[in-house]
């Protein structure tokens, strides 16, 4: 459904009643992770930040997809978001695991009230919102962990979020059935943008229909720097920095 369909958005129904998977995901914080999927199917829908066809699939298809990615983070680490939309994942692991300290990164007003909104709702107190795209923050912020869902090609993303991550850090890509393959085609991009190790992890194989793919790119001790255009492709096939790296590890 279109965003922006003033009618489809009057269609709202109440979010459903959490999965058993959920308390396995969110623990002693599936209160919360109710109240948001509660906002999700009210204002969420309202205001298009999420069609509502997604309503009765909230929990499968969006929170609990996105929270098992909590099993790869470790202990108190920080987080980036990039293009969090209504909050997936980094509002979803902000919830499931209140140690991690999180930035959720989104250009669109509308989208970034709505999340300040909702995070002040939650009372939540580990996630903050930066309006802007991910580029706006090179040189300005890094982190050991990068995540994104349904943002852009794994190449394109790729260059906007490895120049966020910290020395030996992760880039976290949400990308269902196409990760293996999208891995396969950019991986000698991701090498020139300094990518050291990167492979396709499966994640909530016990709890959900489709389990959640995730690309990880990690780099190493030399941290990707920002490239012109983000690590799109040039003509010839190159990151738009042109420059080549060896001692890639793709797997
Ligand atoms: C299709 S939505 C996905 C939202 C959410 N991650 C999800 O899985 O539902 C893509 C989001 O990325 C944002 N976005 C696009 N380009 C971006 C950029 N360069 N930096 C940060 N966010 C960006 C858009 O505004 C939009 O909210």
Request: proline share 7%; net charge positive.
């Amino acid at each position: 459904m279109k965003e922006d369909d003033p009618a489809a958005q009057q269609r709202r129904e109440p979010a459903p009643a959490p999965p058993t998977a959920a308390r396995s995901v969110f623990g002693d914080h599936l209160d919360v992770a109710v109240r948001y999927a509660e906002l999700l199917a009210d204002s969420g829908v309202s205001h298009g930040l999420i069609g509502p066809r997604e309503t009765p699939r909230l929990w499968d298809r969006h929170l609990v997809n996105c929270a098992v990615v909590e099993s790869v983070l470790p202990y108190r680490t920080r987080l980036i978001d990039v293009g969090s939309g209504a909050g997936l994942p980094g509002l979803v692991l902000a919830i499931a695991r209140p140690d991690l300290d999180v930035t959720l990164v989104e250009p669109m007003l509308r989208r970034t009230t709505w999340l300040e909104g909702t995070i002040a709702e939650l009372g939540l107190g580990n996630v903050s919102v930066h309006r802007g795209r991910a580029q706006e923050l090179w040189g300005r912020l890094r982190a050991p962990v990068v995540t994104a869902r349904a943002v852009a090609k794994l190449g394109e993303l790729a260059g906007w979020c490895l120049p966020l991550v910290e020395p030996h850090g992760r880039v976290l890509a949400l990308k269902g059935a196409s990760a293996t393959e999208e891995l396969a085609a950019d991986l000698a991009l991701l090498e020139r943008l300094g990518v050291q190790q990167s492979r396709v992890i499966t994640l909530g194989e016990d709890l959900v229909d489709t389990p959640t793919r995730v690309v990880e790119l990690t780099v190493g001790e030399t941290v990707p720097r920002p490239r012109q255009g983000g690590g799109g492709k040039n003509r010839k096939g190159k990151g738009r920095g042109g420059r080549r790296k060896s001692g890639g590890d793709g797997r």
